[in-house]
């Protein structure tokens, strides 16, 4: 996924949006108020806080103290980079002291009314939650303040500004969908004063003016305590440089998307009973129905959001698809066409029994529909469309509930934060999950089922293993 394809779903915290969330310090022996455009801090100011640097206890260190600044460079129509330079028109401070980088922790001192805190660096909307608001990342400049720079293309609107005395870039990318929030915004401000920079990704829930004044009120708290809820967990920006290189091909292994029949030769029916581990945990899909509505589920899961997904008939309305064009430093992202795509809800009921002579507790359960088609000789799993020799459009984004593989509702509940465990399945004893996905119905034709509790839309070595539920 390319970094600004971000925009489109709600950041996720491995890779792109690395490690956890955030953090900040004291800042500098004055506050300035936020202003947009250039300001730059005094000398005095920052020698001070870069001074101050040198004295906190840290593990990564470089040489070097000096008067950075984060700007902004356009590149072609539509493309900026962002990045943190010397400010060559203050005083500089020559020194060959060893300055470390603390750890540290965040504060944020300002919440929009109406929204709430859902985990570290992650805040949204209660009428929206986990669909937009905030999310915040942080690098750690283990290479020097200056080595950061990231250039994005498809930028509408891009400045700088100035925040609590320290500076950063406002980017705004173009929203192709008006009745769905994205995360069409981005902020990086630069803590030179502690070499961390902060990434925060804002939705289209969230005004620009809201965004800043979170950021401008964004602390980074120099501290030792590791258990503290607000304890920042950083990249490095050395292996995120790394991570860029990256391809499919990641420490030896290739993510597969195609395989042989004789690698399927373990692909079940409906009816079969399969194991699941070599501990004596089977499972075998009892049951699928097709419908075109939430009938089947329980009431209390049918929320006002899931509402929404049902037209006045009480049946489900059609995912819309949408056919873009993306934007580059020259042009900005376009929609090419659009269509209405058919929706079905698949529930499947499935069975695990433990065969083994122990209790078995805490029993984790995970179910995809991933969808397959036959192609020279081989099954190819085709998680979305792709675009034919000539077509203008280069990816299709499904703004319907079927954008997602994984199971929409499941009906046991366990585990700590009562999510999809199996609480205890007793030797012999059987427990019934019933579990449901919304897919597109032209995808019926083609979908099999993953119970593989590793997770992922590939073919991995223990999907092929367990196998795949044919349910066509």
Not at 145 to 159: G, I, R, Y
């Amino acid at each position: 996924m390319r970094l600004e394809n971000i925009k489109y779903d709600f950041p996720k915290m491995p890779e792109e949006m690395r490690s956890m969330i955030e953090r900040e310090v004291e800042k500098q022996v004055k506050t300035e108020q936020p202003k947009f455009g250039r300001n730059k801090r005094t000398a005095g100011r920052t020698i001070a806080a870069s001074l101050a640097a040198v004295l906190l206890c840290g593990t990564t260190v470089f040489a070097g103290v000096g008067i950075y600044t984060m700007q902004q460079e356009k590149v072609g129509k539509h493309g900026v980079n962002v990045k943190i330079e010397k400010d060559e028109t203050q005083e500089q401070i020559e020194t060959t002291a060893v300055v470390s980088i603390p750890n540290v922790k965040m504060e944020v001192g300002y919440i929009p009314e109406g929204m709430v805190r859902t985990e570290q660096g992650k805040y949204s909307y209660e009428n929206a939650l986990q669909k937009g608001g905030v999310s915040m990342t942080f690098f750690r400049m283990d290479t020097g303040d200056d080595k950061f720079s990231l250039q994005h293309e498809d930028v509408l609107l891009s400045e700088e500004f100035s925040a609590g005395g320290h500076e950063g870039v406002y980017l705004e990318y173009p929203k192709l969908s008006e009745d769905e929030i994205t995360f069409n915004q981005r902020i990086y401000l630069a803590f030179t004063d502690v070499h961390y920079v902060m990434e925060m990704y804002v939705a289209s829930d969230v005004t620009k003016e809201e965004a800043l004044k979170i950021a401008e009120n964004v602390k980074l708290i120099p501290t030792e305590d590791t258990k503290d809820e607000e304890f920042v967990v950083a990249e490095n920006w050395s292996e995120y440089q790394e991570s860029l290189n990256a391809s499919l091909v990641e420490d030896g292994y290739v993510v597969k998307t195609s395989a042989t029949k004789e690698e399927m030769k373990n692909t079940h029916k409906i009816g079969d009973s399969f194991a699941l581990d070599n501990q004596g945990l089977t499972a075998k899909v009892a049951d699928v129905k097709v419908l075109d509505d939430f009938s089947a589920l329980d009431a209390s899961f049918v929320d006002e959001d899931l509402n929404h997904e049902l037209d006045e008939n009480g049946k489900l309305r059609p995912a819309v698809i949408q056919y873009l064009k993306d934007g580059d430093l020259d042009s900005l992202s376009q929609e090419v066409k659009s269509r209405e795509a058919a929706q079905k809800l698949v529930y499947a009921t499935v069975e695990y029994t433990n065969t083994s002579t122990e209790e078995m507790s805490d029993v984790l359960f995970f179910g995809e529909m991933i969808p397959m088609s036959e192609a020279d000789g081989q099954m190819q799993i085709q998680l979305e469309e792709k675009p034919a020799e000539g077509d203008e459009w280069e990816h299709a984004v499904n703004h319907g509930l079927s954008h997602s593989w994984e199971m929409l509702y499941y009906d046991v509940h366990g585990g700590e934060r009562g999510n999809n465990y199996i609480p205890s399945i007793q030797p012999g004893e059987t427990v019934t999950v019933h579990m449901a996905w919304v897919v597109k119905e032209e995808d019926l034709g083609k979908l099999y089922l993953s119970l593989n509790t590793s997770g992922g839309t590939e073919f991995s070595d223990d999907a092929l293993k367990i196998g795949y539920v044919d349910i066509k």
